[in-house]
């Protein structure tokens, strides 16, 4: 596997006018149980692989080297060896994972068990469950800190953030965001924890110090209905200047100044656009469409989508490769 | 009579064992956040119940059907309250269907109710209605679907979560059109709440462009409604029912009754669909809705329950959530609060439908997409696209505001 990262990287070097790189996409696609791995240079399906039922959160290990899934209606979280692409083992993660965030030391997983009003915590290493914390109703989206002192998990029926004190597992401070919270996504300098809310039709930005929403973030797309506008997936650049929400069946990602929390445009990508993934350069960002069964390319130069590419049915999670 | 929702004491002591548990054991923690007192808030469930005949075994009513939804809403309350200091408990009364419901509503008052879940016929929720504004108590009718209620019936102090009949109609009606089956044949029980749903038929048949080319009543002779034998004759029946019919695209059947509905599809003279209180059915739920995070509710009402949720399930969820949801968003348990939050532009409730609910200032009902479904799956869901409105799609299903006869008071 490094050795074709390589090998992408050095073909990729000779064509700067492509808006991507080479790093490798990985889509969990919810409806027909496999995973979908991309090249994110070519634009490319390399292989599509089968893997648990209703694969949703996905996410990787900081080296690149294994992929975790949650199959959600398998109970389990899969351990995917990047280099073989095969199953090579699973983590205990209590029913129905549906997202979950790995700690910026790799070292645990926090998972969302929708049904069990619960985030589990489980050691990655051991493969051991460290602990379960009670959240609201249907916990859901999940951010962590780049300190890795405090996680967000996100509760659809309870519509709150509940912070999370990573070093007691104990619930700190819950805030009341708008209706069915999808997302939390914190600031890459960790001020800041962004969370959508799907039925709100709104962002919450909140005060990571203060702990209270600081501002609502409003979407309006000409020629659409209201009710069409459902914010899930959030993405904040590293540099922390811009933040791209997907707005589901509303078709479009958001593109947000962070500065001035004014909405600056409006890309049309697929149809029921779920979730989304700068690669490591920043260069584009992958948007999982649900209902169109494919991915968008976006090259975040200049917000215009690039290319869309059909992976499986109902493709929900991306994740990118590190390098 | 009055009974007692088992567990709940139970796990109010559990719960408030805990709460002196944890500041006992984080007592330092306490100075610094000062101890939070735990509000209680109580929803009382009037409820008109017998047990209830029906043409289909599949049809006959759970003995908890709705107040399963408001337990487990009562449920997702709670694990709410844990983060909101509120703990909220549920207290069911029953009456019989053509029985009082003054004394028991009163008694429920007594025992300190202020917003009360009701499944109750339109005259015993009239007849309890002004009470409970005097009393400053909030009403959610989930059992009345009774456009008189929201009309020149309606009340300040209570509020819709039930469809009308006229937004079920309506809802039916778009969806044919769409479909371009515009013409209709109407089949009506001869009880008076056959005879509205056929009203709320004619009306959205005008409304919509649809076309009635003959109507027919169905009488009810008192005939048994389930035989061993009687397969046969139904079967020659209703086709005889149905002979003399006009050419049409559609059978509606308006029989909330039990008579016949059940009986007509696959028995009619010609070959036709069969919507209404039959065949392709208007609902405000569907045990089949796995759309917009639905499997989520029905998987934990099934886990709960160990049964399907109905609409009146989902209704009483709904009504409990939105009292739920009015007591975090106000940090407390002032029932004038609530209610005007419930009333503010501020307010919507997540049911599992797509969009938030909000309640239709004007007469208090909760706006909501209409599921259209057969026995085993959801076909479409109303609004249909393309059916316009200046506030809101969802109200083109019902009375509009420009046609209200309500003036709340």
Known sequence: ?323 | MTSAVPGTLAAFLCFFSLTVNVSDATGQETVAKPEKKIIEIKIGYLRAYAPQLTLSMLDLPPRDEGVAGAEVAIGDNNTTGKFTNQKFSLDVTEVKPDGDAVQAFEGMIAKGDRYVVADLSAKQLLSIADIARDKGVLIFNVGATDDSLREEDCRINVFHIAPTRSMLADALAQYLMVKKWPNWVLLYGSHEQDHLYADALRRAATRFGGQIVAEKEFKDTGTARRTDTGATQIQQQISVFTQDLPEHDVVLVADESEVFGTYVPYRTWTPRLVAGTAGLVASSWHPASEQWGGIQMQSRFLKTTSRRMLSKDMSAWTAVRAVGEATTRTKGDDAKKISDYIRSDDFSVAAFKGQKLTFRKWNLQLRQPILLGDTKSVVSTSPQEGYLHQVSELDTLGVDQPETKCALK
């Open chain 1, 1 to 323: 596997m490094q050795k074709r990262a390589c090998a992408f990287a050095i073909l990729a070097a000779g064509f700067t006018a492509s808006p991507a790189s080479a790093y490798t996409a990985y889509v969990s696609n919810e409806k027909d149980n496999t995973m979908t791995v991309v090249d994110t240079a070519t634009m490319q399906v390399v292989k599509t692989v089968e893997v648990g039922q209703r694969p949703r959160g996905i996410t990787i290990s900081h080296d690149g080297k294994f992929v975790y899934l949650c199959a959600s209606d398998d109970d389990t979280i899969q351990i995917i060896d990047t280099a073989t692409l095969e199953i090579v083992g699973t983590l205990p993660s209590g029913p129905d994972p549906e997202l979950f965030v790995l700690s910026p030391d790799g070292k645990t997983l926090y998972v969302a068990n929708e049904d069990d009003n619960l985030v589990t915590a489980i050691d990655v290493e051991s493969k051991q469950v460290l602990a379960e914390i009670p959240v609201g109703v249907e916990p859901e989206g999940m951010g962590v800190s780049p300190d890795g002192k405090t996680m967000v998990n996100t509760s659809e029926t309870t519509s709150m953030a509940h912070f999370i004190d990573t070093g007691t597992h104990e619930v700190t401070d819950n805030v009341l965001v708008d209706t069915r919270p999808r997302f939390a996504e914190f600031k890459p300098d960790g001020s800041q924890v962004w969370v959508s809310a799907e039925v709100g039709g709104t962002v919450s930005v909140i005060d990571n110090a203060k702990r209270e929403v600081v501002k609502k973030i409003q979407f309006a797309i000409q020629g659409l209905r209201a009710e069409t506008i459902q914010p899930v997936g959030i993405a904040i650049s590293a540099d922390g200047k811009k933040a791209y929400v997907a707005l589901g069946p509303a078709n479009h990602v958001a593109v947000i100044n962070t500065d001035t929390y004014e909405v600056e445009k409006y890309i049309l990508v697929g149809q029921r656009v779920w979730h989304l993934a700068f690669t490591p350069d920043q260069k584009t960002l992958i948007t999982t469409n649900g209902n169109s069964n494919d991915i968008t390319f976006i090259d975040t130069a200049t917000d215009e989508p690039v290319q869309s590419l059909t992976v499986g049915q109902q493709p929900w999670g991306v994740v990118i490769s590190p390098k």
